[in-house]
């Protein structure tokens, strides 16, 4: 009996001792536990877009604001959609008319998220649409798609047809899904008046 209690003694002081302060250095890292949300890799934060006619531009994210290369007006608008999508399709001849009544102030960008549609596929597409504006059909689309929702809180699994509004590069709204033209273009009349 008296063995057997020198042994839960020793083994407790074992235990309780074990594990040197060399040893608390190698276990200190962090664990991630399972079912446990991992934290999200930094987003990439320039992209090249390519329109049908292979004029390029870039498109940074900057904290609150956008920066489009070669684009001078005040206003930009960037539309996520893909070609499948009704709502998306539904939005793009206004989109069109939005770019012709604002030339000056407004420049529409569509990006196609989504969809592996070669350039003359969307010729066709966007000729069947009535749009005119620049529509990137680049390499990075979905990138840029991903990190403008990650942008606008939205996550990965984000709406389309997704629509960002910026003025002077700076982040003023977006519309999620199909949005009334009227809405957009009071926002757009807001903004010119600032």
Not at 8 to 17: D, G, Q
Not at 62 to 72: C, F, I, P, S, Y
Request: proline share 6%; with cysteine; glycine share 4%.
């Amino acid at each position: 009996m008296r063995s057997l209690f020198y042994l839960i003694i020793i083994a407790s002081i074992t235990l309780w001792t074990g594990c040197s302060d060399k040893d608390s250095d190698v276990n200190s890292k962090p664990v991630v536990q399972k079912n446990q949300p991992l934290p999200v890799p930094k987003l990439q934060t320039t992209f090249k877009i390519i329109d049908i006619d292979q004029r390029a531009t870039t498109i940074s994210l900057e904290g609150a604001h956008v920066k489009v290369a070669k684009v001078t007006q005040p206003l930009v608008i960037i539309n996520l959609f893909a070609p499948w999508s009704a709502p998306s399709c539904g939005m793009i001849p206004y989109l069109d008319a939005l770019q012709k009544r604002y030339p000056k102030e407004l420049f529409v960008i569509g990006i196609i998220a989504n969809s592996d549609m070669s350039n003359t596929q969307l010729r066709e597409f966007m000729k069947k649409q009535n749009a005119s504006y620049f529509i990137s059909n680049g390499a990075e689309n979905d990138k840029l798609a991903q990190a403008l929702a990650h942008f606008v809180k939205l996550g990965e699994d984000y709406p389309i047809p997704l629509t960002l509004l910026f003025k002077n590069g700076k982040y003023t709204t977006h519309y999620i899904g199909a949005t009334p033209i009227e809405m957009i273009k009071a926002d757009i009349e807001q903004l010119r008046r600032k």
